[in-house]
């Protein structure tokens, strides 16, 4: 579905002070999967998804989504592409001065969708995620699990094929994390979304995940399957992140 083809990406100026956040990383993405993204501050998990999308532009390598190269497209070719792909984040990013059915219609009076479809497709969206009854509530009054339910909402508005999730569960407590988890294995197995999520927490990728890349220090270290009967308890050890998902005799199929 989503295909990187040694896809490098560096911050800074000058030669000297020039980061390099991702280095030749290649990945595939199997179209109707999980796929978690693990690994520790810094390895560039968060740049690696927004090449995804190409809201970073990568200094070399290719982005094939569904069989097309977005690294030619045109900036009005990829803002009409993305389209296929939506994102949330750990953050949420919902528009304050906005009601929950107004931050759901956004992406979709971006797109040109007439007014009456847009309000059908934006009950649609919200009685998927269970918040029919907060439409014209604002982010405000919302807890933090209901704010990424919004965010997943509006994110599935367009019917995207790919949904990106950038540390989705990272401002919410163990019980929130694990309804929204549950929402977003309601959106891959319903809907057939494709979801990539990049997380520090094991446990995320345990429950959710059907394979998982490792990336530190720029690089893609580890990639391997999780199939649920093997799936270790996500402990935190010095272990590598294969052990620690796996177990020691897990299988493994880089
Ligand atoms: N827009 C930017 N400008 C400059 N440097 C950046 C930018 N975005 C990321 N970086 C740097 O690139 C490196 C990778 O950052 P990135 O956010 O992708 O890592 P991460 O694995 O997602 O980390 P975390 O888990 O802490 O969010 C870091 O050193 C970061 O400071």
């Known amino acids: 579905m989503i295909s990187l083809q040694e896809v490098s990406k560096s911050y800074g100026q000058q030669r000297n002070d020039r980061l390099a956040a991702v280095q030749e990383v290649t990945l595939s993405v199997e179209e109707g999967t999980i796929h978690g993204i693990i690994g520790p501050s810094g390895a560039g998990k968060s740049t690696l998804l927004r090449l995804m999308n190409m809201l970073e532009a990568p200094d070399a390598g290719r982005v094939i989504v569904a069989g097309q190269d977005w690294t030619v497209l045109s900036e009005g070719e990829l803002r009409r592409a993305r389209r296929s792909i939506g994102m949330i984040f750990q953050q949420f990013n919902l528009l304050q001065n906005r009601t929950v059915s107004g931050n759901v219609s956004v992406s979709l009076e971006l797109a040109g969708l007439p007014r009456k479809e847009r309000a059908e497709r934006v009950r649609e969206c919200l009685r998927f995620v269970g918040l029919s009854d907060k439409a014209e509530e604002y982010p405000a009054t919302l807890s933090g699990g209901q704010k990424q339910r919004v965010a997943i909402a509006r994110a599935l508005a367009n019917h995207p094929k790919v949904l990106l999730c950038d540390e989705p569960t990272s401002s919410l407590d163990p019980n929130t994390t694990n309804d929204i988890l549950g929402v977003l294995r309601h959106v891959n ?7 990539i999520i990049v997380t520090h927490e094991m446990d995320v990728v345990a429950q959710l995940c059907q394979r998982v890349s490792v ?11 999780l199939q649920p009967q093997n799936r270790a308890s996500a402990i935190l050890s010095p272990k590598s992140y294969r052990e620690q998902l796996l177990g020691t005799e897990g299988v493994s199929d880089v």
């Open 189 to 195: 197995e319903t809907l057939g979304v494709t979801i």
């Open 215 to 225: 990336m530190e220090d720029g690089r893609l270290t580890d990639s391997f399957a």
